[in-house]
């Protein structure tokens, strides 16, 4: 167990330009999440994947925003046309689900931090 | 909607001090509830979890008990370390979903 892998780790860019973000899950693991933490908040849900079928997303994940998982392996999150206000830590985590019941326990990657100046 | 409330930090203790971090949550149903830690400069850690009424959860040191007649599930722990500083933060995944919903976190500093 390697542990959830994210790239880059810092990410700077300017304003308008298009930034892509890589999660590698826990090898096993079938769901994939997306998260985004600002500073002095707690993290905000995205989107999640079952394998490679995304099938939640949240209000917060603007049209700028496109998630793949083309593989069910790692994941991809692009922001195109970045703004000021995209500037966060991206978080990917990772999870077993098997049926309907269970705490799921999420796994979390080191994140990316995404300034756009 | 789903809401989970935690105290507001800093909390500052000194080596040794009995820690409560209370939270609160909002939420239909038998949610599972969750404690991650987050160290600086590192991604949250997963520190202990519950999954109905009653449940304690425990890991190093660390307790929290799923008060569904309270809406709670409080972090303690008996005797605080340095090593201990971090921002907690209290989540809770809803019966009926997958994404969690977290608390805006409860920064930690312990003192020797």
């Known amino acids: 167990d390697t542990g959830v892998s994210q790239d880059p780790r810092h990410k700077i860019t300017k304003r308008g330009q298009n930034v892509t973000f890589r999660c590698d899950p826990i090898s096993e693991h079938n769901r994939l999440y997306w998260y985004r933490q600002t500073l002095g908040q707690g993290p905000e849900f995205l989107t999640y994947f079952q394998n490679e079928a995304q099938l939640e997303k949240s209000r917060l994940l603007s049209d700028r925003f496109s998630a793949e998982r083309p593989k069910g392996s790692f994941s991809t999150l692009e922001i195109q046309r970045t703004e000021q206000g995209d500037s966060a830590m991206y978080l990917c985590?990772?999870?077993?689900?098997?049926?309907?019941?269970?705490?799921?326990?999420?796994?979390f990657g080191p994140g990316t931090r995404l300034t756009v100046t | 909607g789903n809401s989970v409330t935690q105290m507001e930090g800093p909390v500052t203790l000194s080596e040794e001090a009995f820690l409560t971090i209370n939270c609160t949550y909002t939420?239909?149903?038998?949610?599972?509830l969750f404690w991650y830690v987050q160290y600086p400069g590192e991604g949250l850690q997963l520190l202990l979890k519950a999954t109905k009424a009653d449940d304690k959860g425990s890991n190093k040191g660390f307790e929290a008990t799923y008060r569904k007649e309270t809406t709670s599930f409080h972090l303690e722990k008996g005797s605080v370390q340095v090593s201990d500083s971090a921002v907690y933060f209290c989540a809770l995944r809803p019966t009926s979903g997958y994404a969690l919903n977290f608390g805006k976190g409860t920064s930690l500093l312990v003192t020797p």
């Open positions: 985590a990772s999870s077993l689900v098997r049926g309907r019941r269970g705490p799921y326990e999420q796994y």
């Open positions: 939420a239909t149903g038998y949610p599972s």
